[in-house]
């Protein structure tokens, strides 16, 4: 009897499943009022580790990270509201952690910590920091266009001249912050006009990875991105492989805007005094040297040097704008409605 | 009194015994509780977007919807929608037919092959295409790569349907002196109509909800912009504005899906596939043809992106590192996709059971809902989760518990879907004798309805455990902390543009997935085992 046999089969699978599935049902229920303070974590999973791992060891305070993409982890913390299990948020980017302090859920950072970061990329009332820095660059591929030919400002870059060689991206988050920062350096109306001019002339893509090894395989001459994704792709690639390399602008320029990763406590901590130490360590020498060897970024703490052979942070000459003013994500956005690219 | 075995019609075209209503009603008075449950669970992303939208104001909302971007939006919607879900009818039904009803040489090993396409995610094969230039970056490059990916969510459901189909309807037809496309047209094919039906609506309603492929595709969507309006105010009134147009596109889908199959009833006596159907011979240039035509799809939908796959195993410097997280991911994505297959099967076989036995508004409206919700997007089903379970249940807030829960309604009709075909087929006469010969209405379910189903449930279990163990999106923002699976694995080291050391992670996950396609696939061949 075939059908008896089925059934036997049928109800022990139910029963074995469900049987595993109970014990984790109520796990996350005790672990909510002591012992390890939670991280929401945006940044590298593997570097974030070894930051927590050398916290723990300084401290014995143990950290349990939860990872997700920033965006989506202050979605989420928004959403949790005051009854988010967050303690300390890092986030890849600093608009995430100003939404977060926006609308009032974040508590501010020591005195002691802030002051270890260079001024300017901190929040000016205190409520986040920024943690490491990373530059805008031009990528170009070295067969196709010599870095000599690069114009010296990006905005001339969206011009009839660079018609389909100039990829872009117009949803991430550092493109947002450039735009923002053009409109506050040179106005609304040439943010406008360069943005109208990469649409017409431009290529855009959907991912900045995407717009990087579509450079590296020559399918395009330029593209306009963080320095880190060249420095990703060497890494993966072999340095000497590379058939593309990156143009920093420099000069005050807003193609050389630098954008910071950075982190925030939440309001509702239940352990902020140990989350204040897992802050001030990552602003300090040790946390800043543990993220700067593993990510080719420039620690915000001027007692750390770079590595990765970056030039030293007091040569990119960034525009004169800096992250905590890089707010106007809906001016951003509706620049690029009214060019038609969003 | 029961109705007399005796009054049995053999085949159930006609309608139900005159005798049954009032019988009817006590045997199925469990049934519509059983399926409240998934009722009340899918309705809370609704109660999430109306809370949302209505903190937005009515103004805003309109505002909002009334630009030039959404016509644009929703053009590129419905051309993706209905490209993909017409394509994969095409090659689904195809595929479906040639292994099950043709001479096929290698037939066992073509059933099973033309499955694995599911064990890719859409996002890696999409990665793949668009890492071979801008050619597919489009509009058509989406719904060529988004097809190929999809189309065994048809192929799977329509070839169970023909084993389980009766071959007689077709010997009937053809004694009659129809013609192999007649008997086909209308003998086989309203016998297959649920199952493809349901399939489509199935590949409709997740295209609707796709966003990982099309970022790398480019094509800009309402979920596109959905995503974006999160991403760049941390705006979920706006969102859930968007959401609510994405549930709308689904009414007209579902409500079609429905009239397609109608009041017809298809059950009938015995299983058919116990006797052998008439196989089509192919011979020359047809078989050629044929043969030339799976090679060709296999290695659009397993070759290429497989190579790419294959590729970054073998090369790049970031290979070698988090090995010693591949045991704990594996387990993580074997715990929850199971656990997360079983709940979601156990609450959709009253669903579908109340809605093909009770033919009313009610058990209609209630089986179509999980289908409109699975258009929104994952993203927007999770952080309802967030929301709700917190303010609910705050103590189950980011335990397993919640997660299954997401699972479930993010993939109900992918159950519901597979469980549909079987249950259809499914005389309610025999239920009617069991209950005759004195068992109560849980024995008839336990010994006779669900050992019948069982294929059904096998395809269900296997579909959604295939999807389960690919979500990223709410099992990021919902999963125990501390826990990983693959798919979290993949994702964290692609979002850091290590694709090396994200290889063998997508490599185990690839590995994963062909063992229930395989499993079921081979059950699927051998029902009475």
């Known amino acids: ?342 | 009194m029961d109705s007399p075995a005796a009054s049995l019609p053999l085949s159930s075209s006609a309608p139900p015994p005159a005798a049954a209503p009032r019988h009817r009603r006590r045997r199925l008075s469990w049934l519509p509780l059983a399926a409240l449950v998934p009722v009340l669970l899918i309705s809370l992303p609704l109660v999430y977007v109306a809370v949302r939208t209505a903190q937005a104001g009515l103004a805003d909302v309109l505002a909002e919807l009334l630009r030039l971007r959404t016509l644009q939006l929703l053009i590129n919607t419905v051309a993706l929608g209905a490209g993909v879900t017409l394509l994969t009818i095409g090659i689904g039904l195809g595929v479906a037919w040639c292994v099950e009803r043709t001479d096929l040489p290698l037939r066992n090993f073509w059933r099973v092959a033309a499955a694995l396409p599911l064990v890719l995610p859409a996002f890696v094969a999409s990665y793949a295409w668009a890492s071979i230039g801008t050619l597919f970056q489009n509009l058509g490059g989406a719904i060529m790569v988004l097809t190929l990916t999809s189309y065994p969510l048809v192929y799977l459901p329509v070839a169970a349907a023909l084993r389980s189909t009766d071959p007689g309807f077709e010997d009937i037809s053809r004694s009659l002196g129809a013609g192999p496309w007649q008997t086909f047209r209308r003998a086989l094919l309203p016998q297959l109509m649920p199952a493809l039906g349901g399939g489509a609506l199935l590949v409709l309603t997740h295209m609707f909800a796709e966003f990982g492929a099309l970022a790398f595709l480019r094509v800009q969507t309402f979920t596109t912009a959905i995503f974006e309006s999160y991403e760049l105010h941390f705006d979920s009134a706006t969102a859930a504005a968007l959401s609510i147009v994405l549930m709308l596109l689904c009414l007209p889908a579902a409500w079609l899906e429905m009239r397609l199959r109608g009041q017809r009833r298809i059950a009938h006596v015995g299983r058919g596939a116990v006797r052998q159907p008439h196989l089509v011979r192919l011979r020359g240039w047809r078989l050629a043809g044929v043969l030339a035509a799976f090679a060709l799809l296999g290695a659009l939908s397993l070759g290429m992106p497989l190579g790419t796959l294959g590729y970054w195993l073998l090369t790049g410097s970031s290979a070698g590192g988090g090995h010693e997280a591949l045991w704990p991911a594996i387990r993580g994505s074997i715990t929850f996709a199971t656990s997360g297959a079983l709940l979601t099967s156990v609450l959709a076989i009253p669903l579908v059971l109340l809605a093909v036995r009770q033919r009313s508004k009610w058990a209609q409206a209630a089986e179509r809902l999980p289908y409109i919700v699975h258009g929104l997007p994952g993203v927007v089903v999770a952080l309802a989760l967030v929301f709700l379970s917190l303010r609910l249940v705050p103590g189950i807030y980011q335990s397993l518990l919640v997660l299954l829960i997401a699972y479930a309604i993010l993939y109900l009709p992918l159950a519901q879907s597979s469980l549909r075909g079987s249950i259809e087929l499914l005389p309610p006469q025999i239920e009617n004798v069991a209950r005759s010969l004195g068992k109560r209405p849980l024995q008839v379910f336990f010994s006779i309805v669900l050992p019948n189903i069982a294929p059904g449930i096998a395809a269900a279990l296997a579909l959604m455990a295939l999807q389960m163990v690919r979500e990223l999106t709410a099992t990021l923002m919902l999963a125990p902390t501390g826990t990983m699976t693959l798919a979290t694995e993949v994702w964290s080291y692609t979002n850091d543009g290590e694709y090396a050391a994200a290889a063998p992670f997508a490599a185990m996950l690839v590995v994963l997935s062909i063992a229930p396609v395989w499993v079921f696939a081979r059950r699927m061949l051998h029902p009475t085992r």
């Open chain 1, 1 to 342: 009897m075939h059908h008896s046999t089925r059934r036997t089969v049928l109800q022990r699978g139910l029963s074995l499943g469900i049987a595993g599935a109970l014990p984790g049902w109520t796990a996350s229920a005790f672990a909510a009022d002591q012992g390890p303070i939670v991280l929401y974590n945006g940044q590298h999973k593997a570097t974030t580790q070894k930051l927590l791992d050398a916290f723990t060891a300084a401290t014995g305070i143990k950290v349990e990270s939860r990872k997700g993409s920033s965006i989506q982890l202050a979605n989420q913390i928004i959403e949790e509201g005051a009854r988010s299990p967050a303690d300390l948020f890092f986030s890849e980017e600093s608009p995430p952690v100003a939404a977060l302090a926006e609308r009032g859920l974040l508590a501010r950072l020591a005195p002691a910590t802030l002051e270890q970061v260079r001024a300017g990329y901190r929040d000016p009332d205190g409520y986040w920091s920024g943690v490491t820095a990373r530059c805008r660059v031009t990528a170009y591929n070295k067969k196709m266009v010599k870095e000599s030919e690069l114009p010296a400002s990006v905005l001339d870059m969206a011009t009839a001249a660079w018609k389909g060689r100039v990829a872009y991206v117009p949803t991430s988050g550092a493109f947002q912050q450039q735009i923002v920062a053009i409109s506050a350096l040179k106005g609304r109306d040439t943010a406008l006009a360069w943005l109208k001019g990469l649409k017409q002339y431009g290529e855009a893509y959907g991912s900045n990875k995407a717009a990087m090894t579509a450079v590296e395989r020559g399918e395009i001459a330029t593209a306009l991105i963080n320095n880190y994704y060249w420095y990703n792709l060497a890494q993966e690639k072999g340095a000497d492989k590379m058939q593309s390399a990156i143009h920093f602008s420099g000069n005050g320029d807003p193609g050389a805007l630098v954008t910071v990763s950075a982190m925030g406590i939440l309001k509702t901590a239940k352990n902020v005094e140990a989350a204040q130490k897992l802050a001030a360590f990552m602003a300090g020498v040790p946390g800043q040297e543990i993220l700067t060897r593993a990510a080719a970024e420039w620690p915000m703490n001027p007692q750390v040097q770079p590595s990765f052979g970056l030039r030293p942070f007091g040569d990119l000459h960034p525009p004169k704008v800096n992250p905590p003013s890089l707010k106007g994500a809906e001016e951003a956005l509706e620049l690029r409605r009214e060019a038609g690219l969003a």
